[in-house]
């Protein structure tokens, strides 16, 4: 197992993620609100970074992908059709004594009580006796109620059963009822995908885990329609593409696995799903879900909506309805993934020179002559600023000056930083605690030769380079 992951808890990220600004409890000041969460200033360039990483592979550097951005409120038919208004409850159990309420097979996992596994099994989930309260302890728990998780709302001015809407609790289906209207401009013959990233809400029993489960979050979505028959084989191909693609975006091999479901697990119209999974300093938890979902979704619009929806094939003449395979993935869980992976607490010799880095062992002393740094090891493309840029001391004219146009140029390329506070060691480590992976110093041969030192957050190691050559160098390093 990777040894960063041993040396992260959640509490120890929370607590980095409010002081540095990556995440906020919503509402905080009037005592937050259970499931919401608001992203500070390097939060939100995080979720950007990494939402831009998907669409990238995903869409722009393919030819056979296209993009989407789907209202959150849509007609509420389209929840009858796709099942969401019957069929999307969680098991919900209340303690008679303390009056808490729980999601039930997430009570009976925590109390390591075996759940029978398969759809209708978790439908008709029974709660056996010895499982008992989680807050209280009382033996006394209502049976499990199927708790539909869509927040409910109303359009236009009148609240009654005719203006009901729902927000939606995937993206997923915008793309669906926009099949039809995307194959109209697209100019895409099947094989092509629809790719859409955007808000999802549900109302979540027992919100956990930080972030990992949320009320509100944002999803990343593709649906990829295929020829009938061709399923597994693009299945298993979207399954490599994806876990290759969370490993170019920095999570190690060793922390990810898959888990596929049985044929007894699948939803009656799917013929495979795989979960990808992320080592969390929690367990091992989904990250996104791939699965193969014949024609299910638009067979049921074409049922509702009495739109034909199907595909006209020209070479071959033939006429169906296409098949599709879904990678849905989670932005905050992924981001939240991304965050713990990251973390890493070291021991760094105090004059912060190169070398001899020890990774810190968690209860032990620090080490004479040594100090303990907290870096955020991001890979540069997902890192909220790319580089830092320090006049040595602020109250040299000469030395800011340069260090102010070097900062003017880089930001206009990339998010980046500037800070002449405090001595250079400390601003180095404010940078390595959220993740910079470049820190620029001009110092008086700076002003001499035109060059600078250029800092390597994860080796602290310095090269002198020119000044010229800076953007060469960071461009290449941050795309790698
Ligand atoms: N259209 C398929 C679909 O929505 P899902 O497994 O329910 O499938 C896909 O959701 C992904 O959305 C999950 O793998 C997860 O990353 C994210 N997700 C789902 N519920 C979430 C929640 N309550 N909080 C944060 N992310 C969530």
Not at 55 to 80: C, N, Y
Not at 444 to 469: A, C, N, W, Y
Request: glycine share 8%; with cysteine; proline share 5%.
């Amino acid at each position: 197992m990777n040894m960063k992951i041993n040396q992260v808890t959640i509490d120890a990220l929370a607590s980095l993620c409010k002081r540095r600004g990556f995440i906020f409890q919503n509402s905080e000041i009037y005592g937050g609100i259970n499931g919401f969460w608001d992203y500070g200033p390097l939060g939100v360039e995080l979720k950007r970074n990494i939402k831009d990483s998907w669409w990238q592979s995903v869409v722009q550097w393919r030819d056979d992908v296209v993009g989407l951005d789907a209202a959150t409120i849509m007609h509420p038919r389209v929840w009858e059709a796709s099942g969401h208004l019957d069929g999307f409850t969680d098991p919900m159990v209340d303690c008679r004594q303390c009056k808490g309420r729980f999601r039930a097979d997430l009570l009976l996992e925590d109390q390591g009580i075996e759940l029978e596994t398969g759809s209708t099994a978790e439908k008709n989930l029974k709660l056996p006796a010895n499982a008992k309260c989680p807050t209280c302890g009382a033996r006394d728990l209502t049976e499990p109620r199927a708790f539909n998780l869509m927040f409910k709302t109303f359009i236009g001015p009148v609240a009654d059963d005719t203006s009901a809407a729902y927000l939606r609790p995937e993206t997923a289906q915008g793309i669906f009822v926009n099949f039809d209207n995307v194959l109209s401009v697209a100019r895409k013959k099947i094989p092509f995908g629809i790719a859409q990233i955007g808000k999802a809400f549900r109302n979540e029993i027992n919100p956990r885990n930080y972030t990992f489960r949320s009320r509100e979050f944002e999803q990343m979505e593709l649906e990829f329609f295929i020829k009938p028959g061709t399923d597994a084989d693009w299945h298993a191909y979207w399954v490599k593409e994806r876990l290759d693609w969370y490993e170019r975006i920095g999570l190690a091999r060793a922390n990810l696995d898959q888990y596929e479901y049985g044929k007894d697990e699948l939803a009656h119209y799917a013929s495979a799903c795989v979960d990808i999974l992320y080592r969390f300093p929690f367990g091992l938890q989904e990250l996104e879900g791939i699965a193969a979902r014949g024609n299910y979704d638009l067979s049921r619009h074409r049922e509702f909506s009495g739109k034909s929806l199907e595909y006209f094939d020209q070479e071959t003449g033939e006429r169906y309805l296409p098949h599709v395979v879904e990678p849905s993935a989670g932005v905050d869980r992924i981001a939240l993934a991304v965050l713990c992976e990251a973390y890493t607490v070291e021991w760094i010799p105090k004059e912060d020179t190169e070398g001899d880095i020890r990774p810190a062992e968690p209860g032990e002393k620090v080490p004479s002559g040594y100090e303990e740094r907290v870096v955020m090891k991001f890979a540069p493309r997902l890192a909220p600023y790319k580089a830092a840029v320090f006049p040595l001391l602020k109250n040299r004219p000469e030395l800011v000056k340069t260090a102010r146009s070097i900062y003017d140029q880089i930001k206009k390329r990339w998010p980046a930083f500037y800070d002449q506070t405090g001595a250079i060691g400390r601003r180095y480590r404010r940078q390595d605690e959220i993740g910079t992976p470049f820190g620029i110093t001009v110092d008086f041969q700076s002003l001499e030769d035109d060059t600078v030192t250029l800092r390597h957050r994860d080796s602290m190691k310095q090269d002198r380079v020119g000044i010229p050559e800076l953007p060469g160098i960071l461009a290449e390093k941050i795309d790698e």
